[in-house]
């Protein structure tokens, strides 16, 4: 397959989902591909690899918390090579839940979305045209249903997932993409500090290969493995106390 987005920039590149989509889309036929992380050398073997493929990369050590730093980073990104995809995908787990952890799992998930979603946006807003301009952001299956073993990072991808959804119908007139990813348990950094079991575990190469198929078909709501997908929907809809005793019994997520 031959991606129809040619020039995409990727938050959290370094490891896990966002490294495997840098790969995805240098595989399939993407020119220029511009990825941050947090660690240098890990981004820049992701970079190395990449180039493997004859994808141009330009990576960059950037923190999705620093606002203005964000904002110049995607300017340049687009002087250098209009973009055509824009991945929200950076994110962190909470581990233990509290006040410093949360802090940090609700500034980096929520408005470390909004500090590569909004500059995207505003740069599409003036782009005339038929080239693809879309968006895509990390949420998670645990955004569908607050949950007991992971209360910040449930809901900081509950406010991701519900944003996204109103934001796809906003921008539709502008012929703005929007997609919001919500896959299960997939082999990163995070997962790798799991202790809790992890149903449908899947290889983040294979993730991608969702995720990416999905992308080109204007996908909204990109949710799986589909068992996982029906069982979150299914408690979200539940009577709050069934759902609340259904909770009680799940393991914690770290």
């Not at 938050?11 to 889309?25: C, D, F, H, N």
């Amino acid at each position: 397959m031959t991606t129809k987005f040619k020039n995409i920039l990727i938050t959290g590149a370094s490891s896990g989902i966002g490294e495997a989509m840098a790969l995805y889309y240098a595989e399939n036929g993407a020119e220029n591909l511009f990825i941050c992380g947090r660690n240098k050398e890990r981004l820049d073997e992701v970079k190395r690899r990449c180039e493997e493929h004859g994808a141009k990369v330009y990576a960059s050590l950037i923190d999705v918390n620093d606002r203005e730093k964000m904002n110049a980073w995607i300017v340049q990104s687009n002087k250098k090579a209009a973009l055509n995809l824009v991945l929200a995908n950076a994110g962190v787990a909470t581990s233990k839940e509290i006040d410093e952890n949360i802090y940090n799992t609700f500034n980096t998930n929520i408005f470390g979305v909004l500090n590569t979603v909004l500059p995207a946006v505003s740069l599409y807003a003036k782009r005339r045209g038929q080239s693809p301009k879309a968006i895509a952001m990390l949420s998670s299956i645990a955004g569908y249903h607050g949950l007991a073993g992971c209360p910040s990072y449930s809901a900081s991808k509950a406010c991701i997932k519900a944003y996204g959804e109103a934001l796809r119908v906003y921008l539709a007139p502008k012929n703005i993409q929007v997609s919001v990813i919500c896959p299960g348990f997939v082999k990163s950094r995070i997962t790798d500090k799991n202790t809790c079991p992890m149903p449908f575990f899947m290889s983040a190469e294979k993730a991608a290969d969702i995720i990416g198929s999905r992308l080109e078909k204007n996908v909204g709501l990109i949710a799986f493995p589909w068992p996982m997908r029906f069982g979150v929907w299914l408690l979200s809809v539940l009577p709050a106390h069934v759902s609340a005793f259904i909770c009680s019994k799940l393991p914690y997520k770290v």
